[in-house]
T-cell receptor, first 110, second 110 residues
Framework: DAKTTQPPSMDCAEGRAANLPCNHS???????VYWYRQIHSQGPQYIIH???NNETNEMASLIITEDRKSSTLILPHATLRDTAVYYC???????????FGTGTRLQVFP | SQTIHQWPATLVQPVGSPLSLECTVE??????LYWYRQAAGRGLQLLFY??????ISSEVPQNLSASRPQDRQFILSSKKLLLSDSGFYLC?????????FGPGTRLTVT
């Protein structure tokens, strides 16, 4: 039970910002939001995670709504190498399990 | 720094043969360890996780088993492979609420 809803696919022009939405309307107070991506035939790569505040690192920004029922992953300047399946996951702080959904297939085009 | 190894990278096995996939982690102690499987064109399914030596939790009933004989070693096994066991097997470890995935083993059962 992945508990998140993501669009199955999105396109983005190279150099533009990619905004990937995720709905997690049943999220509870102690659940974190994680984002991973998987490039074809490789293991998933950690991108970012957050609890309720917006987060930013060298790869991306994570915007979590005030009610925490949805979030958006922002890749500020998408490149062709960002083409991948992006997974939004919610995880309890005390179970240490990461359950993947179906993700969003992001295609970055020239 | 921490690294995670999996071997073999690829494997072709006949139906009914045994299986042993190995995962080792370096640079950390007492990690949580996980086995995931990704069938062709599908998402990642959590198979097993372990919080310590000899402690294994199974997420789904199946033809596979897991063992953790040492702190940083996690083994996935089967006595008799089925065609449906084909897929991309990923080992992962977690620490401080971040999960890290290995390079994976691609198993084809013929």
């Amino acid at each position: 039970d992945a508990k998140t809803t993501q669009p199955p696919s999105m396109d983005c022009a190279e150099g533009r910002a990619a905004n990937l939405p995720c709905n997690h309307s049943t999220i509870s107070g102690n659940e974190y939001v994680y984002w991973y991506r998987q490039i074809h035939s490789q293991g998933p790569q950690y991108i970012i995670h957050g609890l309720k505040n917006n987060e930013t690192n060298e790869m991306a920004s994570l915007i979590i709504t005030e009610d925490r029922k949805s979030s958006t992953l922002i890749l500020p300047h998408a490149t062709l190498r960002d083409t991948a399946v992006y997974y939004c996951i919610v995880s309890y702080s005390n179970t240490d399990k990461l359950i993947f959904g179906t993700g969003t297939r992001l295609q970055v085009f020239p | 720094s921490q690294t995670i190894h999996q071997w073999p990278a690829t494997l072709v096995q006949p139906v009914g043969s045994p299986l042993s996939l190995e995962c080792t982690v370096e640079g950390t102690s007492n990690p949580n360890l996980y086995w995931y499987r990704q069938a062709a064109g599908r998402g990642l399914q959590l198979l097993f996780y372990s919080v310590g030596i000899g402690q294994i939790s199974s997420e789904v009933p199946q033809n596979l088993s897991a063992s953790r004989p040492q702190d940083r070693q996690f083994i996935l096994s089967s006595k008799k492979l089925l065609l449906s066991d084909s897929g991309f097997y990923l080992c992962a470890w977690s620490e401080n609420r971040a999960w890290y995935f290995g390079p994976g083993t691609r198993l084809t059962v013929t």
